[in-house]
């Protein structure tokens, strides 16, 4: 895999080391995800009335509309990159761009989702929540804790991917030089991972 | 170029694949809506987390590209998903027991 030497005057870079260094800064993702997720199984677990309870208040339609925006912003991303590289650069900025939308009307909603929950007095520390089963406050706790996280890194990805568009733009993304949007496909995905589990463990208690 | 065709004769998917995928991950998030309201007692939280196995398995493999990454992409994603869960079944065996006395 000696790149130099077969074109000197190219800058040396190597596409597969930086998606696997993209993979390694995943990983350290899932072990973030992954101890909450111990955490909420153990509560769970030890609390499983109040969780049914409590799952109870959440929005399954607002969820599963979210579910539905989540996965199509991971099509529009994958076929951003599947664009650039047939050399369609403006196709591959509308689906970008598309996806940057679709990430948008997830916060939106998930504006509207956490605004009702304050409306009715659910939130972290409130007197409402405080006067519920102790398994029902660790449960909204996880609720906001966890969404909340998910949402960071929601809006992390919308600057990552505005990024990406802007570079697209001015050709620093080309039709074979498009690593840094495979990077941010990957972290993309990865968000969209982590939600298809949320979704049935705290909208979908039966 | 030889650099440029190294660096890129993988991961090359067609539109299609890409849209099936996301029916099919559309359609399996409908079912585990509809199934979420059928009590199957102690099954349903594995139903619904197979589920969404599957619809990860299907972003790993399709979106992520992970299928036509070479194979040290793949046993590296198999075993940090083998830690992640040795460690839920490690905590789990410690807690149930912790639990029960």
Known sequence: MSIQHTAAAHIHRDDVASRMGMWLFLFTELLLFGGMFILYSVYRFTHPQDFHLAAKELNTVIGTFNTAILLTSSLTMALSIAAIQRRQKTLSIIFQLITILLAFGFMVNKYFEWGAKFHHGIYPGSDTLLSKPSGEILFFGLYYVMTGLHGLHVIIGVVIIAFMTVFTLRDVITHDNYVKLEAAGLYWHLVDIIWIFLFPLFYLIT | ?101
């Open chain 2, 1 to 101: 170029m030889e650099n440029h065709s190294k660096n890129h004769s993988h991961n090359q998917h067609g539109y299609g694949v890409y849209f099936l995928v996301w029916l099919a991950l559309m359609a399996l998030t409908g079912i585990t809506v509809a199934v979420a309201g059928i009590n199957f007692g102690r099954i349903t939280v594995a139903t619904a987390l197979t589920i969404a196995s599957i619809k990860t398995y299907l972003v790993l493999t399709i979106f992520m590209h992970l299928r036509s990454e070479s194979k040290t992409f793949r046993v590296f994603v198999g075993v940090a998903l083998l830690f992640l869960i040795i460690s839920f079944v490690l905590l789990f065996t410690d807690y149930s027991f912790i639990v029960r006395n």
